[in-house]
């Protein structure tokens, strides 16, 4: 293994999330031409490696100070003693982080008292989905170590033929590229499945509203939307059919080059036996790598699935003005349009915080009453939009941008001109959100933030500066009018 695929390498004391990104980057860059030795090699989302720092510093609260979280000794000291030697941070490590986190931090639909640790659904479904890629990751490598095992032991045998080494070779390549083809289609086929639920909950909802809603206008704008779902659940269904096809050629395919290979390993059994009793122990190995992975995606499906459920019940209350605002006090306003919401922002600048820890009635507000010590940027944009029907109430910066892309609203900086009332999204080396005001012909974006600077302000972004580059995406709120 060289050294910059060294997991202790890569995550150091005192490492910001701008740092881990950016030394993770570097690491693939450098490794793109070696085999792959560590989960880390596998080419991660910003999104992913940004939430693995978040969970390594036990900072998965969003603010405007994020940027400055370190990797303490005692973050790094808790996670290298999992698997008994503390002189580094291995797979098995993280992987039993992750589930260790996941075991002891309840999922809850909003925020809680802060001396109760807590994660939202949303949250969890991520946590949930990085240890889903870890382990399976993890397992590849123990099966790809295994067949190089398998590839060396017919290599060196000098009893089996030329023509029948290259002919395992090619069928192995095959092999491997028709089950990455056809792991690729069944992780689209999940995705496209928790979407359909999203948009058969989001369909229902509007439905119910349509229902009771007099002013005809207003009726015949939800029938619109309904169509467009509608259209949007049909596309999906189609989508949905159609990798159901790709899987079973790709299944079917898999079955006929296994057949194929039998008849090899049959051709090298019968050069050597010993060399073809090596290879049926590693085979047997893989096998069981296989079986534990399988069990293991199980658990976590089971778990990712009751996480799902729980985001379409919020998906469903969100229907309702009532549940738009979950767990966030009845004040009397609303903010379901762009002007609305700015207008509510603009009338609380230059509240702050009590004693500069994230703490007050008038900040408790924004969370519903709920004074936790928790940041508080994305509960002041959720105070602002209340009775939005597009991300309702969210506690984290993770939480607005899903429930956006859940319903094709969100935008990456570079594909899309943001407009007043949009909500910036913060994910590339810092977690924080606010509303867009304003843009300059130059591209500046002003915005009005809450938790900046421990209070309720105006913040500008020039192009090239420092917190312009932390943006990630937009909300385009802006289209609901």
Known sequence: MSEVQNINNLIQVGMTKNDFITKYKQMLEDIKNEPAKSIFAGNLSDDAISRMFDSITIANDDGDDCENAQISQADYDKIAGYDGDTSSISDEDLVKYYEDMLQNTPMVSGPVDSDTPSMT????????????????????????????????????????????????????????????????????????????????????????????????????????????????????????????????????????????????????????????????????????????????????????????????????RAGTDSANYANAGNDGHIGKTASQALSNAAGEI??????????????????????????????????????????????SVSGIQMAAQRQGLYSEKGTYTPKPGDVMIQKNGCSHTGIVESVDPDGTIHTIEGNASNQVKRVTYRPGSKGYNHISGFVRMSERG
Not at 370 to 387: I, L
């Open 121 to 316: 659904y949303a949250q969890g479904l991520d946590i949930l989905s990085d240890l889903k890629g870890l382990k399976t990751q993890s397992a590849e490598n123990r099966k790809n170590d295994l067949q190089n095992d398998i590839d060396e032991l017919i290599e060196k045998d000098s009893s089996i033929s030329a023509e029948t080494k290259q002919k395992y070779k090619d069928m192995q390549k095959a092999l491997k590229e028709l089950k990455s083809g056809l792991e690729e289609r069944k992780r689209q086929l999940e995705t496209n499945k928790r979407n359909t639920q999203i948009l058969e909950a989001k369909i229902a909802s509007k439905r119910a509203k349509a229902d009771n809603i007099e002013d005809e206008n207003d009726k015949a704008n939800l029938k619109d939307e309904i169509t467009n779902l509608n259209d949007d659940l049909a596309a999906h269904k189609t989508d949905a059919k159609n990798l159901q096809t790709d899987i079973t050629h790709f299944k079917s395919d898999i079955t006929r080059l296994t057949k194929d290979l039998e008849k090899i390993m049959k051709e090298i059994e019968k050069s050597s036996a010993e060399t073809a009793r090596k290879i049926a122990e590693k085979q047997a190995e893989m096998d069981r790598v296989d079986q534990e992975l399988a069990q293991d995606i199980a658990n976590i499906d089971e778990q990712m699935e009751k996480a799902q459920k729980q985001l379409i019940l919020e998906a469903q």
């Open 350 to 395: 230059g509240v702050r915080e009590a004693t500069g820890r994230n703490d007050g009635a008038a900040v408790a507000k924004y969370r519903g009453g709920v004074d936790n010590g928790a940041a508080w940027c994305a509960s002041f944009v959720s105070w602002c939009y209340k009775g939005n029907d597009v991300f309702g109430y969210q506690a």
